[in-house]
């Protein structure tokens, strides 16, 4: 049974820099396809950024386009999310995601973390 697991979050003031990552086990990390979506209060689960299985290919959110980075490491089963430049519009509970094909969408994903909280403060 594929699992994800993420950490890294916190509380940082803006214009600062956090890192995530999300280690996955039960699974072939090379075979999956890794995004990060993000669910602020009262708001709905969006994507934020994605990262094809060799990594040579990445995208993001206009919103984080710029401020965020993607990158994995297959050989410890692990993708990253480089967060710099915070806003408090950032704050939100970020989530790592798997599965064998791109896609942009929550439904297009069938294995989730647990999700990290990250607070920016203004």
């Known amino acids: 049974q594929v699992q994800l697991v993420e950490s890294g979050g916190g509380l940082v003031q803006a214009g600062g820099n956090l890192s995530l990552s999300c280690a996955l086990s039960?699974?072939?990390?090379?075979?999956?396809?890794m995004a990060w979506f993000r669910q602020a209060p009262g708001k709905e689960r969006e994507f934020v950024a994605i990262i094809t299985r060799s990594g040579a290919s990445t995208d993001y959110a206009d919103s984080v386009k710029g401020r965020f980075t993607i990158s994995r490491d297959n050989a410890k089963s692990t993708v990253y999310l480089q967060m710099n430049s915070l806003k408090p519009e950032d704050t939100a509970v970020y989530y790592c995601?798997?599965?064998?094909?791109?896609?942009?969408?929550?439904?297009?994903?069938?294995?989730w973390g647990q999700g990290t909280q990250v607070t920016v403060s203004s």
């Open positions: 995601s798997a599965d064998y094909y791109i896609g942009y969408g929550i439904q297009d994903y069938n294995y």
């Open positions: 039960g699974g072939t990390f090379s075979s999956y396809v």
